[in-house]
RNA sequence: GUGGGCGUAGCUCAAUAGGUUAGAGCACCUGGUUGUGGCCCAGGAGGCUGGGGGUUCAAGUCCCCUCGCUCACCCCA
C-alpha cells in the first residue's frame, strides 16, 4: 500500500511553489509598506486559548479543531489568538501602543475538503493591535485591498457592523423576535440557528429564506451612539481613500470576539468558497485573553490557497530565469575544469546549474535550455586546450568565446 | 457529519454490444547531427486499469464492498 499525503493535506512542488513565493514577496511588501512588522508563531497552543477566542459554541471549537487531548494542546484554527497570546507575553503593547504585525503559516481544520478549502490551508493575517481610530479599520482594509490590486485580482468588499456589547443583546432579541415570527417557512438548518447563532439565518443561502428574511432587522440599522459613529467614521476614511464598497447587512462572522466593523473581500471565481479574505474588530478580546482591558484590536486573514487558486486562472506573472547558466561539459578533462569553475561562480552569486550524469553535449543543451537558463557554456576537449569555452545564448543564437576563469565569465555574464 | 460526480502511463484522456498482447497526445530517454538547445522525424521506456470479492469460457467494461479524489451542503480564509 502506497502512502499518500492525508486528505486535505497537500504538497506544494516545483512549479507551483514559485506561485507561493510570488505571493508571499508581494504581501511581505505592501505590509511593509504599511509598517506591520512580521511575527512568527508557533503551530501548537493550549485548548483553552482558541476555545476562550474563537468560541465554546462554533463548530471550530466544538469540533473542527485537531486537538491532543491527552496534553490539552491544539493545533491552531486561526492566527489571530495565537498572535494576541505573543503580543500579551511579550508585552508587546507597553513600548509601542499601537502594534502592526504580521504573520503567514499554516492553519489546521478538521473540515471535510472541498474546493479552495483544505485541513491544513495557509493565511496571511494583519493584526492592528491598540487602536480604536475608524481611520485604522480603514487603513487595515485598504492595505488588504492594494495587496489584491498588485496580485491583479478583481474582488469586491463588502462592509458591515456587528455592534458592541452594549447594543447587540437589544438587537439580538429584535431579530430573534423577527425570525420566530416565520419560524416555519425557514429551512431546517436556519430552524436550528435560530437557536444556536441567530445572526448566521441572515446569511443563509436557501432561496426561500432569503426572501423571508430581505425586510429583517440589520444590526447596522440599530447600532448604539458609538458604535454607529465608529461605523460612519470608517465608510468616511474608506471614501477618502477611494476604497469602494458594499455594506451587507446580512454579513456575519463566524468568531465570537467580532464586533464593529467587519469586512470581506469576495470573488465569484472559486465556487462556493467565495471569501479570500476576511476580517474586522475585537474589541476586548485582548483583555479576554488576560492582557490589557478596553484593548482595542482589529484584523484580517487572507486564505493563500485560494489566493493561489486565482492566480493560476491568470496569466503568470513575470518570474525569475532559474539559472543564469548552464555548463555543458563533455568529456574528462572539461569536466574537471568545469566542476570547480561552477562553485567559483555560484560563490561570485550566480545561479548555475550543471549535469553529473555524463550526457551527450546535445543532452546537456536540451537540458539547460529547458530549464530556463539564459546562456549556456559549452566546454570540450577543443576548448580545455584553447583555454576558451563558447557562451552561447539560449535565449537567442549567438555565441562567444570566453576564456575559461570565473574573472572573465563573470564578466560576460553580467 | 450529509449528498452528487469520478478513479486507466508522471499529466490530460481513448478503448466499438464484455472478446487476443490496454492505446494516443504531452512530458521523459536515445538516435537522426562522432561537439550545440528550440522545430521536425524515427525509435524506446513507462500500467497489478485504486484495492478486494463476485458473475462469465472471457471483465478496464457488469454486480457488491472498500479506499481515494472531487464538487456541493454545513462551516469558513
Same mark, same amino acid.
Given at each position: 500500500?502506497k ?14 511553489v ?6 508571499e514577496?508581494?504581501?511581505?511588501d ?12 508557533p503551530?501548537?497552543?493550549?485548548t483553552?486559548?482558541f476555545a476562550r477566542?474563537i ?9 473542527e479543531m ?12 486561526? *492566527?489571530t ?6 503580543y500579551i507575553?511579550?508585552? +508587546?503593547?507597553v513600548?509601542?501602543?499601537v502594534q502592526? +504585525? ?11 475538503p ?18 480604536a481610530?475608524?481611520?485604522v479599520?480603514?487603513e487595515l482594509i485598504?492595505?488588504a *485591498?492594494? +495587496? ?5 485580482l478583481?474582488?469586491?468588499l463588502?462592509?458591515n457592523?456587528?455592534g458592541?456589547p ?5 438587537y439580538?432579541?429584535?431579530l ?5 415570527a416565520?419560524?416555519?417557512g425557514?429551512?431546517d438548518d436556519?430552524r ?5 447563532n441567530?445572526?448566521?439565518v441572515?446569511?443563509c ?12 432587522p ?8 458609538d458604535?454607529?459613529?465608529?461605523f ?10 477611494g ?6 447587512k446580512?454579513?456575519?462572522r463566524?468568531?465570537?470576539?467580532y464586533?464593529?466593523?467587519t ?5 465569484t ?7 479570500v479574505?476576511a476580517g474586522?474588530r475585537y474589541?476586548?478580546?485582548?483583555g479576554?485573553?488576560?492582557g490589557? /482591558?478596553?484593548?482595542?484590536g482589529?484584523?484580517f486573514?487572507?486564505?493563500? /490557497?485560494?489566493?493561489?487558486l486565482?492566480?493560476q ?6 518570474l ?11 568529456g ?9 569553475? *561552477? ?7 550566480f545561479?548555475v546549474?550543471?549535469?553529473? /550524469?555524463?550526457?551527450?553535449l ?5 537540458q539547460?535550455d529547458k530549464?530556463g537558463?539564459?546562456r ?6 577543443t ?8 557562451l552561447?545564448?539560449l ?7 570566453v *576564456?575559461?576563469n570565473?574573472a572573465a565569465?563573470?564578466?560576460? +555574464?553580467?
Amino acid at each position: 500500500m502506497k502512502i499518500k499525503a492525508l486528505k486535505g493535506f497537500k504538497d506544494v512542488i516545483p512549479g507551483e511553489v514559485e506561485l507561493w513565493q510570488y505571493l508571499e514577496k508581494v504581501a511581505r511588501d505592501v505590509f511593509g509598506r504599511y509598517q506591520f512588522s512580521e511575527i512568527r508563531l508557533p503551530v501548537l497552543e493550549e485548548t483553552a486559548l482558541f476555545a476562550r477566542s474563537i468560541g465554546e459554541g462554533t463548530d471550530i471549537v466544538e469540533k473542527e479543531m485537531y486537538t491532543f487531548v491527552d496534553k490539552q494542546i491544539t493545533m491552531r484554527p486561526e *492566527a489571530t489568538a495565537s498572535l494576541l497570546r505573543a503580543y500579551i507575553e511579550h508585552g +508587546l503593547g507597553v513600548q509601542k501602543p499601537v502594534q502592526r +504585525l504580521f504573520t503567514i503559516g499554516p492553519m489546521f481544520r478538521h473540515e471535510r475538503p472541498q474546493k479552495g478549502r483544505l485541513r491544513q490551508f495557509h493565511q496571511l493575517d494583519a493584526e492592528i493591535i491598540g487602536s480604536a481610530s475608524p481611520r485604522v479599520d480603514a487603513e487595515l482594509i485598504a492595505m488588504a *485591498a492594494l +495587496l489584491l490590486a498588485e496580485l491583479q485580482l478583481s474582488v469586491s468588499l463588502e462592509l458591515n457592523s456587528l455592534g458592541c456589547p452594549a447594543c447587540r443583546p437589544a438587537y439580538r432579541a429584535l431579530l430573534l423576535e423577527f425570525i420566530a415570527a416565520r419560524l416555519d417557512g425557514l429551512c431546517d438548518d436556519c430552524r436550528r440557528r435560530s437557536a444556536t447563532n441567530p445572526l448566521r439565518v441572515l446569511d443563509c443561502k436557501v432561496p426561500g429564506c432569503r426572501e423571508r428574511i430581505v425586510d429583517a432587522p440589520a444590526m447596522a440599522m440599530h447600532l448604539c451612539g458609538d458604535c454607529a459613529d465608529h461605523f460612519s467614521g470608517v465608510q468616511q476614511a474608506l471614501d477618502l481613500l477611494g476604497i469602494t464598497y458594499r455594506l451587507n447587512k446580512f454579513m456575519v462572522r463566524g468568531l465570537d470576539y467580532y464586533c464593529r466593523t467587519t469586512f470581506e473581500f469576495i470573488t465569484t471565481d472559486l465556487g462556493a468558497q467565495a471569501a479570500v479574505a476576511a476580517g474586522g474588530r475585537y474589541d476586548g478580546l485582548v483583555g479576554l485573553l488576560g492582557g490589557p /482591558e478596553q484593548c482595542p484590536g482589529i484584523g484580517f486573514a487572507m486564505g493563500m /490557497e485560494r489566493l493561489v487558486l486565482l492566480l493560476q486562472q491568470q496569466p503568470a506573472p513575470a518570474l525569475p530565469a532559474a539559472a543564469d547558466l548552464a555548463i555543458a561539459a563533455v568529456g574528462e578533462e572539461a569536466v574537471l575544469l568545469a566542476f570547480p569553475l *561552477a562553485q567559483e561562480l555560484r560563490a561570485a552569486g550566480f545561479r548555475v546549474a550543471m549535469d553529473h /550524469e555524463g550526457r551527450s553535449l546535445k543532452a546537456q543543451m536540451k537540458q539547460a535550455d529547458k530549464s530556463g537558463a539564459a546562456r549556456a557554456l559549452i566546454i570540450g576537449a577543443t576548448e580545455v586546450a584553447a583555454g576558451y569555452g563558447l557562451l552561447r545564448d539560449l535565449r537567442g543564437e549567438g555565441q562567444q568565446e570566453v *576564456a575559461l576563469n570565473s574573472a572573465a565569465l563573470a564578466d560576460a +555574464l553580467l
